[in-house]
């Protein structure tokens, strides 16, 4: 079964390398973390499989990477300037400070249990400012993005023009963002910098509420085929006083984390807001001429939008389980191949040098094609043990049988059955059991 409590994830994480406190050392940084080489490993397996799905294995959509600074002028034409601010309240008594519309009870504080402390709601803007320059101060003055988005609308004109796409055609991006989150918090669910996958899909007007549909379930399913049960999930569409300036209609893809139903994806309906904003702030026409129609527009946009952090802390959640094998307890994740940081762990059954050139041979050509572990320290049982916890799906023991009859043993993860292959045919093996 998922993990049903957060400190199963968090405790895991700490303890194998996935994720650690940022700054530890000095007494951590309030939400920031730095991913542990499986964490980093596993950010960007995520990051491979969204760009798979989005970009290689389709013909109408492109990549790029854009700038995370800006000038305000991106910003104030986006609407993040006027209208990407939260209301912020605090608490007299106690000091803390929260978001308003979070709040249960608007009267009473959830930190000291007081009534009536709260100070007056002001709008409290997320992004984070800085000056470009010699000098603070003295120079422009720019934002670090809130989204990855605006990049690609500002780039509009430019992979239209060169890659010769039409809409229905799409940009796809993947980078850091940041926000000044008031309160961030449940581990690397909500942080104050965080990594996008978002994409920017251009329709013609009328073909809108179609590509929206399409959009939504294809984001969903993506999850599914990924491991996540569809019990997990569920597709809930915004009401009219949730949805952000620049959408007429929005649904998210929400996980069922241990706390609740909470955001995983958001897939938003933005119109033809923000071309006609850069449009009108630049004055440069962000439109395009359908020469077949002979007709002149400026496209209406679908943007699923999801984050590599949050979804990574989904998968580990729905991974998790605790089993009994051989009347042992053991924690594993069940994650699928392709997000597992280590898909083999070739393991020597012993440290001696009769059995390390074979091991490393071994290691030396599945790594051309995967990420593998190799680890030779304590007893196969508890090397197994580590391997299944931190998901690799197949371990391949190296025995004194190996030098003799030139094969291993190939054991998986989630059955823990073993099968002995021979060395010549096994990368074909692993082609097959990997699936890819």
């Known amino acids: 079964m998922a993990a049903t409590e957060l400190d199963q994830i968090v405790n895991l994480c700490k303890r194998r390398g996935f994720v650690y406190p940022s700054a530890e050392i000095y007494g951590g940084f309030r939400s920031s973390y730095d991913y542990g080489p499986l964490g980093s490993l596993m950010l960007r397996n995520v990051r491979e499989a969204w760009v798979r799905t989005m970009v290689q294995q389709r013909d109408d959509v492109v990549l790029i990477d854009a700038a995370i600074l800006a000038p305000p002028q991106v910003f104030e034409a986006s609407g993040h300037l006027a209208n990407f601010s939260d209301p912020l309240v605090d608490c ?243 994650l699928h191949p392709r997000l597992a940081p280590f898909k083999v762990a070739v393991l020597p059954l012993s440290k001696k040098d009769t059995l390390t050139p074979l091991a490393k041979q071994i290691f030396s050509t599945l790594s051309e094609r995967y990420m593998v572990d190799y680890d030779e320290t304590q007893a196969i049982g508890k090397r197994y043990r580590r391997q299944d916890e931190i998901g690799t799906p197949f371990c391949i023991t190296v025995d004194f049988d190996s030098l003799e009859d030139g094969a291993v043993t190939i054991r998986e993860r989630d059955t823990t059955e073993q099968v002995r292959v021979p060395i010549a045919d096994l990368s074909i093996e692993m082609f097959r059991r990997l699936g890819f």
């Open 92 to 334: 007299t008594k106690c000091k803390q400070r929260f978001r308003e519309d979070h709040l249960t009870d608007p009267n009473l504080c959830p930190g000291c249990g007081a009534t009536g402390s709260f100070t007056e709601a002001r709008a409290f803007n997320l992004m984070f400012k800085t000056f470009a320059g010699p000098v603070e101060g003295s120079g422009a003055e720019v934002y670090m993005r809130p989204e990855t988005a605006q990049g690609m609308f500002v780039n509009f004109l430019n992979v239209l023009q060169t890659s010769r796409k039409k809409p229905p055609f799409g940009i796809a991006q993947v980078g850091k963002s940041f926000r000044n989150e008031i309160t961030p918090g449940n581990f690397i669910f909500r942080t104050r910098e965080f990594e996008q996958m978002e994409l920017e899909f251009f329709v013609p007007p009328a073909e809108s509420a179609q590509w929206y549909e399409y959009w939504c379930n294809a984001r969903l399913q993506w999850y599914i085929d990924l491991g996540i049960p569809a019990d997990m999930l569920m597709l809930r569409p915004h009401d009219d006083d949730e949805l952000s300036h620049y959408s007429s209609g929005t649904s998210d893809i929400e996980f069922k984390y241990p706390w609740g139903w909470g955001e995983l994806e958001g897939v938003a309906q933005r119109t033809n807001y923000d071309l006609n904003q850069h449009a009108q702030h630049s004055g440069q026409k962000l439109d395009y001429f359908d020469q077949a129609t002979n007709e002149r527009y400026v496209p209406f946009v679908i943007e699923p939008a999801a984050g590599v952090n949050r979804a990574m802390a989904a998968f580990l959640l729905a991974a998790y389980d605790e089993d009994i094998i051989n009347d042992e307890p053991r924690t594993v994740l069940r």
